[in-house]
T-cell receptor
Framework: DTGVSQNPRHKITKRGQNVTFRCDPI?????LYWYRQTLGQGPEFLTY????????KSRLLSDRFSAERPKGSFSTLEIQRTEQGDSAMYLC??????????????FGPGTRLTVL | GQQLNQSPQSMFIQEGEDVSMNCTSS?????WLWYKQDPGEGPVLLIA?????ELTSNGRLTAQFGITRKDSFLNISASIPSDVGIYFC?????????????????FGKGTHLIIQP
């Protein structure tokens, strides 16, 4: 399997600008997750999709954060009007829930965002 | 939100030594996972545990899903330099507790493993 890929790997932006990150999941994985990781912490769950449906978005950090998965394949995470506190690693994971209920998430390499 | 207590925070060991780390929670999880993360990279899955009491090995790594479903441990035997990194435990709540479908993982803060040659 080709693993989860994320682009760009690094993004530097000025405060107030909008940024968009892309995630391509493992092929045939129907679930896709977004996490944020700040320095010294474990990843923090933000949102997830099953196919094109966004089934959980209450954990998104503010209304400046939004995610889409229009065709049930790749996904984008957008942050509007970035703030310095948004600086973090943004991780994407994908999985395929099996009939047994097992649902193992595999992570991409992440996008490192720096807001100046 | 849910919290996972992972310990120790860091470990300084000699090459060849065995390593043990653990995670505990006040909540029941139906899946426990262990990941390793290198600087600037995403977490890499090491071991997945799906049943209480399950003991699973992956090479020199062994992990167990606690009987109470509130804890898990990871052991690494005969450590080598490439074992250096940050190890995270992660738990997934049963759907009953996930507020309508939030299957996101809850992570510990990580154990930083440093190996002295």
């Amino acid at each position: 399997d080709t693993g989860v890929s994320q682009n760009p790997r690094h993004k530097i932006t000025k405060r107030g600008q909008n940024v968009t990150f892309r995630c391509d999941p493992i092929s045939e994985h129907n679930r896709l997750y977004w996490y944020r990781q700040t320095l010294g912490q474990g990843p923090e769950f933000l949102t997830y999709f099953q196919n094109e449906a966004q089934l959980e978005k209450s954990r998104l950090l503010s209304d400046r954060f939004s995610a889409e998965r229009p065709k049930g394949s790749f996904s984008t995470l957008e942050i509007q009007r970035t703030e310095q506190g948004d600086s973090a690693m943004y991780l994407c994971a994908s999985s395929r829930k099996k009939t047994s209920g097992r649902d193992t998430q595999y992570f991409g390499p992440g996008t490192r965002l720096t807001v100046l | 939100g849910q919290q996972l207590n992972q310990s120790p925070q860091s470990m300084f060991i000699q090459e060849g030594e065995d390593v043990s780390m653990n995670c505990t929670s006040s909540s029941i999880f139906n899946t426990w996972l262990w990941y390793k993360q290198d600087p600037g990279e995403g977490p890499v899955l090491l071991i997945a545990l799906y049943k209480a009491g399950e003991l699973t090995s992956n090479g020199r790594l062994t992990a167990q899903f606690g009987i109470t479903r509130k804890d898990s441990f990871l052991n690494i035997s005969a450590s080598i330099p490439s074992d250096v990194g940050i190890y995270f435990c992660a738990g997934q709540l049963p759907n009953l507790y996930s507020g309508g479908g939030a299957d996101g993982l809850t992570f510990g803060k990580g154990t930083h493993l440093i190996i002295q040659p």
